[in-house]
């Protein structure tokens, strides 16, 4: 079964999603569609940096609120521990 960011947007409205992926291509779409609409929404990225001897290593970005008249988005950088 094939689904579309409009499920994934619709899904997102009732319960929080969680979707993990491989292809950066995709993670960037959905980063894109899943833009939080208002302030009360949240779009966290976590990304794979690094394998140390520690163990892995991420990185975290917040997707600001993409407002409807087409302002284009930022993503805000943040150290991960």
Do not use: C, Y
Not at 50 to 65: A, L
């Amino acid at each position: 079964m094939r689904l579309g960011s409009r499920t994934f947007r619709h899904v997102r409205r009732q319960r929080q999603l969680i979707v993990s992926t491989h292809d950066r291509r995709l993670a960037a779409l959905l980063a894109r569609k899943l833009a939080p609409r208002s302030e009360r929404d949240r779009t966290e990225l976590i990304e794979f940096a690094t394998w140390t001897s520690e163990g892995p290593q991420f990185e975290e970005r917040w997707v600001e609120s993409q407002t409807h008249d087409g302002e284009a988005r930022h993503l805000m950088h943040t150290d991960a521990a």
